[in-house]
């Protein structure tokens, strides 16, 4: 019978963190993004284990079965960056022993901060959906969005406490991890205020193969119990991660990465991405850039959506280190 993934509770950086593993060897860290929880990794940390390595995949600060601090300050990328090499601490890795890292959307951002932060702890990166974007210290994050793509974009309507939280209240928790799980509109997400999609034409969806009704019961359960607050924090710091970065204005992240995106994903397909990957800025800032692979067909949440695909990338590349 096959090992089941382990679950448990550790103490990381003054809070309570959820934490799944399987498996023995090398210890690959596996980083969602939002609105999502260790689960997303559920098809990786299988397929990791059974090749030798330890797939450990937490829920992030103010996810799920992992504690969530009210506070917008405690979600800056300090604390979110203190709270992975805490946690490699509780695993029993020593200062010298480096880690995998593999992360996924607001994830990614999380294991962008690490690799410029700590490199000397990452062994290798693989990122999901998101390119590192250097700091631009003439204009704060949110307000840079603001002007590029106006106040339904979705980090900006994320940014005043509690508003969004009563919206996904009125439509529902459900029908919310629903629309953002099954979306495959290219191009920037928007949020207009008061629109309802749960009342639009032909609702419900069909969920797609790879999520079942199972599965979206699972995320639902945690995000009704745990709310989104946590997670929409991680949105509502990054102006605050603006101001704490300065020192780090024109860093390279110098650690070795490769960009797995599907064509459709609504951040590839954001303005300005595609020639900024593939232009050459993506590689100045990140040196140690390998590969940039672009799945077809394929939308945001690629782990989930193409597993055995993203999963031979992965492995592919971490086998190398």
Not at 39 to 46: A, M, N, S
Not at 279 to 293: M, R
Request: proline share 6%; glycine share 10%.
């Amino acid at each position: 019978m096959e090992e089941e993934i382990k679950h448990r509770t550790l103490s990381v950086n003054g809070i309570a963190m959820h934490v799944a593993e399987k498996g023995r060897g090398p210890v690959v860290l596996l980083l969602h993004g939002f609105p999502e929880l260790w689960y997303t990794w559920r098809r990786q940390i299988h397929a990791l284990a059974a090749l030798g390595y330890r797939a450990v995949a937490p829920d992030l600060r103010g996810y799920g079965d992992t504690e969530a601090p009210a506070a917008v300050g405690r979600y800056t990328c300090h604390h979110v960056v203190g709270d992975l090499v805490a946690l490699m601490d509780e695993l029993g890795l020593g200062e010298e022993e480096k880690v995998h890292v593999v992360g996924h959307d607001c994830g990614a951002l999380v294991g962008w901060y690490l690799c410029m932060f700590r490199p000397e702890r990452v062994r290798s990166y693989v990122t999901l959906t998101v390119p590192f974007r250097p700091r631009n210290p003439a204009m704060k994050t949110v307000e840079a969005m603001r002007a590029l793509f106006g106040d339904d974009y979705y980090i900006c309507r994320f940014q005043e406490p509690g508003e969004i939280e009563s919206e996904i209240e009125r439509i529902g928790v459900r029908n919310v991890l629903r629309k953002i799980l099954t979306d495959r509109k290219p191009g920037p997400p928007m949020w207009p205020k008061g629109e309802d999609f749960s009342r639009r034409p032909g609702w419900p969806l069909a969920l797609p193969s790879w999520l079942s009704e199972e599965d979206l019961d699972y995320y639902t359960s945690k995000f009704e119990k745990r709310g989104f607050t946590g997670g929409l924090n991680y949105y509502r710091a990054m102006d605050l991660n603006w101001e704490l970065t300065a020192a780090w204005t024109g860093a390279q992240v110098k650690v070795p990465v490769k960009f797995i995106v599907g064509d459709l994903d609504m951040t590839y397909t954001t303005l300005g991405v595609k020639e900024y990957v593939h232009g050459g800025g993506f590689k100045k800032h990140v040196p140690l850039l390998e590969e940039v692979v672009v799945i077809e067909g394929v939308g945001h949440f690629i782990n989930q959506e193409k597993a055995e695909e993203t999963n031979s990338h992965i492995i592919d590349f971490i086998k190398k280190f």
